[in-house]
């Protein structure tokens, strides 16, 4: 891949990324659920759907789920199904204990105390003591949020193409894509998105607040999901 040609990927990556989607919502909602720094597991899981999307594209089966409308169809609803649950179970959950009423702190064993700079070991939405959301969790649902998304795989299957010659060896430019996607998509994920949630962190250390976070963040799932099954 020459290095104009990389140049324009690389702006059309750095473009796409912060265009405001599933994505941006989950990493925003885990920044100030779980802090910036664990926000990345969350990030990283969004990354391993995007290499699943590109490998699909690479071995022609995105031509099938782009030509088959009942396979889209299931991809496609299942996406939404999953953003709308994710939606719902943010506007119901409910803070545990008042964060406004402040309690002698306890003491805090090391193993629990999750990683320096993310704070208690409790995530704001769930004040009182439940342990934060684990890593695998946070990349599980990161995952399934991208990879749920079978216009994703449209996307690339149109995209692609422009950063590809045939006629050279192909594992090195679909190497090169991935490898830019992927680290453009981390670095304004993690950079700007989560970074620009801590803002807001403490406005979620109150039951109040953490409630209002809970739903604005909920009703923005359900609405994407809402995009996602009915805009075609």
Known sequence: MSFSLWLTLLLACVVISFTPGAGA????????????????????????????????????????????????????????AYLAYLGLRLILRRPAVAAEVAEPAEPVDARDAGEPGDGPATSPGAAGGARAESRWSMFRRGLWVNLLNPKAIVFFLAFLPQFIRPADPLLPQYLTVAVTVVAVDVAVMWGFFALAAQGFRRFSRTVRGQRTIDIVFGILFIAVALLLAFLH
Do not use: C, D, K
Not at 67 to 79: A, H, K, T
């Open 25 to 80: 919502i989950n990493t925003m909602g885990n920044a100030l659920n779980h802090g910036f720094r664990r926000a990345i597991w969350g990030i990283l899981g969004q990354q391993a759907a995007l290499i699943v999307h590109i490998a699909i594209v690479a071995l022609g089966v995105g031509v099938l789920v782009a030509s088959s409308p009942v396979l889209f169809e299931i991809i496609r609803y299942s996406g939404a």
